[in-house]
């Protein structure tokens, strides 16, 4: 009557050995034999899949054991749902990481729905680059600079909610007063360019590299960048006003520099939380390598990429300011996001 009870504890026992012996493996023999999945929280083609898969590819060289690293698609929300799923069901031993979009970490700050992760707990491993979030208009629209816009409205194509294509314009609408008309259902950028070289649209928010390589009209020298959404000015964009130059009060100010967090992230790339923190150091030290790998690079730059990256350590520490934020600007940061009755 005692034999089941007696064969599932010596089973569990063997488990409990078993995950107690990996966990205690050093991290420099960890990988040797093993697979890493790079889950990618968009679809392929775009630019943070085409970012993940040169990562995938290049990473392994500078890992002890030499790891296929191998990466797969789980689009939805820029990564929310990923985020979800690193945070509560994937291995926690250093088997599986993640790439973002980098308004994910800053969801539950910002009150967002369906969050179920906590980024202070995740394990950042780093960012390939800092691409600055621009705000363009077509020349002939009649707006030297985003000052026009407290008296001349533009209308502005945009792919979806919570995108950065309709955020930064609703949220500098909202802040500032600027006469900002979001016009949403593109489907991507190309779309998003057609619409404002056929008429459709006179600007577009997005990332600086998608819309000046991505558009004839920029090739052309027939759009204005009015805004560079970043917290350090881009010096690609001497002269573009910035987060300091529009702000009216400390207030704003303040608001201003706690949502531009987001675009400090670049294309933020993570672990789960509780994965042995000597992997975690493994992992940091090979994806800061292949930032200065010159394979990588020269790969990158095939793609019309610069590579401006981000350790895993600066990640931590840039969301760790972001949450030490005061209440007061938080609740005036959702407020302008039109989230403010969302729970802290």
């Known amino acids: 009557m005692f034999r089941k009870p007696m064969a599932t504890l010596v089973a569990l026992a063997a488990l409990a050995s078993i995950s ?87 969801e539950p700050l910002f009150g967002g729905q369906g969050t179920s992760f906590d980024p202070l ?23 030297a600079n985003i000052k026009d816009l407290y008296d001349k409205p533009l209308i502005m194509a945009a792919t979806g909610s919570g995108t950065d294509s309709a955020l930064y314009p609703e949220f500098l609408s909202v802040l500032l007063g600027l006469k900002l008309k979001t016009v949403k259902g593109y489907k991507g950028s190309n779309e998003m360019h057609l619409a404002i070289e056929r008429g459709e649209a006179q600007g577009m928010c997005g990332s600086h590299d998608s819309v000046m390589h991505g558009s004839t009209f920029a090739k ?70 292949t930032m200065t790998d010159e394979q990588f690079v020269a790969d990158a730059s095939k793609n019309d990429f610069k590579v401006d990256p981000m350790t895993g350590e600066q990640l931590a520490a840039t969301l760790a300011t972001a949450y030490a934020a005061s209440p007061e600007i938080i609740k005036r940061t959702r407020e302008v996001l039109g989230r403010a009755g969302a729970g802290k």
Not at 78 to 94: E, R
Not at 121 to 143: F, N
Not at 252 to 281: H, K, N
């Open 220 to 289: 052309a020298g027939k759009l204005t960048i009015l805004f560079q959404g970043r917290l350090d000015p881009d010096p690609r964009l001497k002269g573009v006003a910035t987060w300091r130059d529009v702000a009216r009060s400390d207030d704003e100010r303040q608001v201003l520099q706690l949502f531009l967090t987001r675009s400090a992230l670049g294309r933020p790339v993570m672990a789960p939380p509780g994965v042995p923190p000597d992997r975690i150091a493994l992992l940091r030290r090979a994806f800061d390598r």
């Open 20 to 106: 107690t012996s990996t966990s205690a493996q050093p991290a420099s023999d960890f990988y040797a034999g093993r697979s890493i999945s790079l889950l990618i929280g968009f679809g392929s083609g775009g630019g943070n899949d085409t970012w993940a898969r040169l990562i995938a590819r290049h990473m392994s060289r500078h890992i002890p054991g030499a790891p296929n690293i191998v990466p797969q698609n789980v689009p939805g929300a820029g990564g929310l749902a990923l985020a979800n799923q690193i945070y509560t069901v994937s291995p926690k031993d250093g088997t599986v990481i993640a790439s973002v979009s980098r308004g994910i970490p800053l």
């Open 121 to 143: 707990k995740l394990s950042w491993i780093g960012s390939p680059d800092r691409d600055t979030a621009i705000c363009v208009a077509r020349s002939d629209a009649g707006i």
